[in-house]
């Protein structure tokens, strides 16, 4: 009896580990295109639907087109909105690769480990 015990809790410490190294690899492959390098712009945004858009557009336009090479990327998240908001940051994420879009609880992780 004691034997089995000591193995369900080997195997449930086993499997813990192993979950616990998908979520690193998930967060690495998820994260890998984020630069170290430059400056970000992160955005917070919740229930703005109206103006999101514009102010994306102006920041992607100084990036590409103004003098403000030192802009690497834009981190875009969602707080939860009510309305169209977050559909408007996927859309965006996808049609321009300076723009990346994480959960709030992601940006908060990756901002803690960059040195």
């Not at 990327?73 to 723009?99: G, H, M, P, R, W």
Request: aromatic fraction near 14%.
């Amino acid at each position: 009896m004691f034997e089995f015990i000591c193995n369900c809790i080997l195997w449930t410490l086993a499997l813990y580990g192993l979950i616990d190294i998908f979520k690193i690899c998930k967060d690495y492959f998820l994260h890998r295109r984020i630069e170290s390098n430059g400056i970000f712009v992160i955005v917070a945004a919740k229930n703005q639907e109206l103006q999101i858009e514009g102010f994306l557009r102006s920041v992607i336009f100084k990036m590409l087109y103004g003098k403000e090479d030192y802009l690497k990327n834009i981190i875009v998240t969602d707080l939860n909105s009510e309305d169209s908001t977050k559909a408007i940051l996927e859309k965006f994420s996808q049609d321009y690769s300076e723009i990346k879009l994480i959960d709030w609880e992601d940006c908060k992780r990756n901002l803690d480990t960059l040195e």
